[in-house]
């Protein structure tokens, strides 16, 4: 659940878009997948269904969604009122004891009619035909207006009590991960060591993950974000490493190289450095005023001068992070998004597809100040800096 403060807070921007748009409510789309927006409203997200936030622009909400989950709404949730519609629960499953209602019915006990003109979604993009077109069909002659764009730019900026769940998470992460590193050993198969990371990170608090974690041996590791499996690590080989904890709903994100007996030979620990002094080029651009392009440009100099290692460039160098690991404003080669005070960011510099030494990331987290930027995990950007002079 979100502190009462913040709730109304984000209520309250919400309800300005309404009224800029001249719009009586919202619908916020969510699902398993797409679980930021509403986790925005909420601080929860079901499992098994998808559902809605209905908001009016006098402050009324409500979770449409379905009656599997709404026990655990009602429970977790920062909104308590719920409504369960047959779009957003398990097909074909049957609840006899349930009440189940439509858009209709709905939009007539909240405006004392389903006539409503203009609806305001969130999450246009993803929302399933089937929801769009029971919209459509139930609430007679409405029409839909996308305000997802303005909607989700109340995420960038964080505040004081997200910056605060998101330091919690990176906390958390960082355990997981020295977990991780500490059982690094031939034999181990990456799904055990993926196992080490999730289980510390359960313990401390983790309630989901932002991605499954990486664990990517050897040739795996081309596979950008390679889930674990059952292959064992080979002596001498390189490890590409990832976990990500959530806390409250939160991401964070760790990511280093290891390499399997911890002595890299002279190829590895020259590609290992280069990594680490491209990120760290990345660092002392983190201030106010950076431009997205221009961080990708230098970067991608930089590989190109070390001896055309820029073909192996696959993703950009920053990207946000929020509810989700990596979130809209992202920092690539055509982006004139600017950083500002109060942005969650992430480095995360890579290269894939190596034909020999295969693929690396250096992944940390950084909140955007004043003057520069406070790393989220002084362990791991510590230890990225340490890389430099192995």
């Not at 699902?31 to 009016?56: A, H, K, M, R, V």
């Not at 990594?275 to 431009?291: C, D, F, H, T």
Request: aromatic letters at 10%; glycine letters at 10%; one cysteine or more.
């Amino acid at each position: 659940m979100i502190e009462e403060n913040e709730f109304q807070h984000r209520i309250n921007n919400v309800i300005g878009i309404l009224k800029a748009k001249k719009l009586k409510a919202a619908l916020v789309y969510y699902d398993e997948l797409n679980i930021g927006n509403g986790w925005y409203l909420s601080g929860w997200c079901p499992q098994f269904e998808s559902g809605s936030i209905l908001l009016t622009e006098d402050g009324y909400c409500a979770i449409l969604g379905g009656p599997e989950s709404e026990p655990f709404a009602k429970m977790d949730s920062t909104i308590k009122e719920t409504k369960n519609i047959p779009v957003f629960m398990v097909p074909d499953e049957e609840y006899p004891y349930a009440t189940i209602v439509d858009f209709k019915s709905v939009f007539k006990e909240v405006f004392g009619t389903s006539r409503i003109d203009r609806l305001g979604i969130v999450g246009m993009g993803s929302m399933p035909v089937g929801v769009y077109n029971l919209l459509i069909e139930e609430l007679e002659g409405v029409v839909l207006v996308d305000i997802t764009e303005e909607y989700e730019k109340l995420r960038i900026h964080k505040s004081a009590y997200e910056i605060g769940l998101m330091k919690k998470a990176f906390q958390i992460t960082d355990e997981g991960f020295r977990e991780m590193l500490a059982n690094v050993r031939e034999g181990v198969s990456e799904v055990f060591l993926a196992g080490t990371g999730e289980g510390i990170s359960r313990r401390l608090g983790a309630n989901r993950f932002g991605f499954q974690t990486i664990v990517g041996a050897g040739e795996r590791s081309n596979g950008v974000v390679p889930t674990a499996t059952e292959r064992r690590l080979k002596k001498d080989e390189m490890v590409m490493l990832g976990l990500s904890a959530r806390y409250e709903g939160y991401a964070s994100a760790a990511g280093m190289p290891v390499v399997v007996g911890g002595k890299p030979d002279d190829k590895q620990r020259d590609y290992i450095k280069m990594i680490a002094e491209a990120y760290l080029m990345s660092r002392e651009m983190l201030k106010p005023g950076m431009v997205g392009r221009d961080n990708y440009t230098r970067i991608k100099k930089y590989f190109s001068d070390k001896g055309g290692y820029e073909k192996y460039i696959i993703c950009p160098f920053i990207h946000t992070i929020g509810l989700y690991e990596a979130e809209a404003p992202f920092y690539g080669p055509n982006s004139d998004d600017v950083l500002e005070p109060g942005m969650t960011v992430c480095i995360d510099t890579s290269l894939f597809g190596h034909p020999s030494l295969y693929s690396i990331r250096m992944e940390s987290g950084y909140v955007i100040t004043d003057s520069g930027c406070e790393p989220l995990s002084p362990y791991v950007d510590k230890m990225i800096e340490d890389q430099v002079t192995i």
